[in-house]
């Protein structure tokens, strides 16, 4: 009982209406089911990789920058994604909220005294319940409407 008393309810609750909306938005966009699982993998590497520790990550990727032709590669995809970022502003500004959500309940959880393992599952939960309310109910709005 404890543990819902620290939980940070509203950084969730924002997590879970973000995932909702993505939810929605992905069952309207009529999407084959395999492309469902890989949205559900995004998400558990997406979480996943933002609730690891800062230091870890920072061992990781000084292994990109070990060469010339790595740093330039690393340019290029960097060019490349922010060319992305230009042609698809409306997509990227959906996955900026997505991404400020998950960080603010990673600084919540922190700031509880959480640990990662436990930080990581609860994120996890609320944002595939929320992707999973999303298309819910964005199936019972389809059905209703086009039953009435």
């Known amino acids: 009982m404890l543990i819902l008393k620290r939980l940070p ?41 933002l609730t690891i520790p800062w230091s870890k990550m920072a061992d990781y990727s000084i292994s990109f920058f070990a060469s010339n032709v790595r740093s330039f590669g690393v340019a290029v995809l960097g060019a490349f994604l922010f060319f ?24 919540d959880f922190q700031a509880a005294g959480f640990k990662e393992g436990l930080t990581f599952w609860i994120t996890n939960i609320f944002s595939l319940t929320g992707l999973g309310l999303g298309a819910l109910a ?4 389809s059905d209703y409407i086009t039953v009435s």
């Open 9 to 49: 309810w509203l950084s969730l609750l924002l997590l879970l209406s973000t995932y909702t909306t993505l939810g929605w938005v992905l069952y309207n966009a009529n999407i084959q089911p395999y492309v469902w699982v890989l949205v559900v993998l995004a998400i558990l590497v997406f979480v996943g990789g």
């Open 84 to 107: 992305l970022i230009l042609a698809w502003f409306r997509q990227f500004l959906d996955i900026l909220v997505i991404t400020a959500a998950v960080i603010l309940v990673k600084i």
């Open 138 to 141: 964005a199936k019972v709005v």
